[in-house]
């Protein structure tokens, strides 16, 4: 995918790219990935990648998903560079989602011969350093989604005998499902360096994958990176290849190779973007349901406010021949229209939020396995111009019901979700 991972719902491996996208994870999963970069360098060098992670999602006290996970790249036996990653991500704001990984770095060097003599390693030969990344991610639509990362906030310091501290990367991107297919774009900022990377994801028979990315940078950095998947019940396989074009050379390429394994039901790919997308319903109705909380107990004050004031007239003893100069005709028609005004706004705004409190209870059926014994459901024959939100709109009245026309029908439609004409859904 070029490393164009920003705005991707991530899984265990998303400590490294933007841990915000934990929030979608759905279920436990863990990732090993083994690498070999830069093969056939010249001077025979041999760099080696290691990963493991595991992401989870977090029910209680802390609702969100959190991570951990391991890497390594070694330098044959010369040189070394890991980190250990703690991360944590969860909903903040209408939609927005915020991720935040602790890691600590270090930064070590084999003694030899040459390295006793250099007066750079006189204090040791490792250094290790905490660091912090900060991400974001945000939803507005199933098929498209944001993302933005800020790297090495606190700018940890890895040097040996002098300072030599990590620069702040931020990085953003974008990314676009259509069909069964998935496309993203990130450029990354560090310093006087900038780097531009696409991607490209191809699902076929909902079980392989197809991968292309470009990646460009300045000092003629470029490379084209190639890759595809299988996924076989809950375990997953990757592999990926990178070649450089442009900046390096003297190398045939890079190789990595990961595995996957999520603990649950097997995921099927249409309902994996339906589940995230009704999760991200779910918070949407339970924040309008706070702010319609708000709203009903506003109103009930004022309610309150103008029944009190209109009873205490009522009982204020008056002169008969000045009670229409105090409390007139049209005033009291006024106070009275008021009141039943407030009484309806109120009634309204109590059925709003039963309404939303009933949309959030059923969305958590939704990410639910469907049970064993299937009831017997309508069909629909899509017409031109029809979208799942639109046949939603149609049959329940109600367009934002759209990922259970997704889910029911998740072995016809692709990752988009995207209808033809003539095609035949069924409709729970």
Sequence with gaps: MGGAFTAIPGGAEAACSNPATLVETTSPELTAVYGRLYSGLTDDSEIGQGYFGFAMPVKRYLPGAAAFSWSDIRLSDAFSESAFTVSYATHVYRGVNAGLSLKYLRRGYVSDAYTAMDPVFSDGYSKGALGADLGFFWRPEPRYALGLTIKNLNKPDLGLASSDPLPVEVRAGVSYAVKSSLLDFDAAFSDSDYNLSAGAEYFFQRRFALRMGLSAGNDARRSVNMGLGGRFGLAEFNYAFSLPIGGISGTVGSHLLAFSFRFGAEPAGAEQAAAAAAAAELRRAEEKISLQGEKIRVLQDKLDSVVKQS?????????????????????????????????????KARADMEALKARAAAKPAAVKPAPAAQPVRRNYVVKEGDTLESIAAAIYGDSERWPEIYRANAGSLGRGGEVKPGQVLALP
């Design 311 to 347: 009873s205490e007239q009522a009982r204020q003893p008056v002169q008969p021949a000045v009670v229409p100069a105090q409390i007139p005709g049209p005033q009291q028609s006024e106070v009275s229209r008021e009141i039943e005004s407030l009484r309806q706004e109120l009634d």
